[in-house]
Nanobody
Framework: QVQLVESGGGSVQPGGSLRLSCAAS????????IGWFRQAPGKGREAISC????????IYDDSVKGRFIISRDNAKNTVFLQMNNLRPEDTAIYYC??????????????????WGQGTQVTVSA
């Protein structure tokens, strides 16, 4: 059974940093594309980044490009999202999700089949 658990959320001031973790059980993350998504209050869920299987190539939404970095630690079977220079508009619940076997890294919810429970990130002064 696939299980994803996000952690690392919290409250920070604008300009601050957080590192989110997505720990997996029931599968090997290196063989799956992983996506990070977020849902702000009153808005739909949006894709912000993904990392491909094996090669680890990455894609970022323009809203986070240059500020967020997605990475994978195969030994820990964990994917990270380093978030720098956070802004109030980054406030949201952040989710990780795993693509099906051989699925590509895409910034679309439809490309992912299993989801974590989410972790809250709040950016305010």
């Amino acid at each position: 059974q696939v299980q994803l658990v996000e952690s690392g959320g919290g409250s920070v001031q604008p300009g601050g940093s957080l590192r989110l973790s997505c720990a997996a059980s029931g599968l090997t993350l290196n063989y799956r594309a992983i996506g990070w998504f977020r849902q702000a209050p009153g808005k739909g869920r949006e894709a912000i980044s993904c990392i491909s299987r094996i090669s680890g190539s990455t894609i970022y939404d323009d809203s986070v490009k240059g500020r967020f970095i997605i990475s994978r630690d195969n030994a820990k079977n964990t994917v990270f999202l380093q978030m720098n220079n956070l802004r109030p508009e980054d406030t949201a619940i952040y989710y990780c999700a795993v693509a099906p076997a051989y699925g590509p890294c895409v910034l679309e919810q439809s490309g992912y089949t299993s989801w974590g429970q989410g972790t809250q990130v709040t950016v305010s002064a």
